[in-house]
Structure formats: C-alpha cells, structure tokens
C-alpha cells in the first residue's frame, strides 16, 4: 500500500467516524428533547391530578365556602 493509499484510507475512516459522531449527536439532541418534553407532560399531568383533587377535597379548607356564594339565598 502506497503512502497515497494509506491517507486516503485514513480519510475515508475520519469522514466515516465524522459521519457517525454527527448522527450520535442528532440522536442524543432528540433523545435530549423527548426526555424534556416527556418530563413536561408528567409534571403538567401531576399538576391537573393535584387540582383536581384539591377541587374534590373540601376538608383540607382550601375549598371552604367563603360566605360570598351567590348560589345561595338568605331569606
């Protein structure tokens, strides 16, 4: 093998490698991304969970009526 030969080898596997490191960060940049919008939807669904149990949940005193009920009517 010439010495011409060897650096186009070396070439050929750097571009190759280039080419790899290139798509391993594409991947890592979307499992990246999926990770942060899957870390988004859980906190947004424990969130709406949390709401909608405190909503239901009137013996903690969250949701005591304030006496400001329109609904109701004092005779």
Not at 58 to 67: E, I
């Amino acid at each position: 093998m010439s010495n011409a030969d060897h650096t186009k080898d070396e070439t050929e596997s750097s571009d190759s490698a280039d080419r790899n490191g290139k798509a391993s960060d594409d991947r890592q940049a979307r499992l990246s991304k999926a990770l942060r919008d899957n870390l988004r939807r859980r906190k947004a669904q424990v969130r709406a969970r949390k709401a909608q149990d405190n909503a239901g949940d009137t013996s903690l005193g969250q949701n005591a009526p304030s006496g400001d009920d329109p609904s109701r009517q004092d005779s």
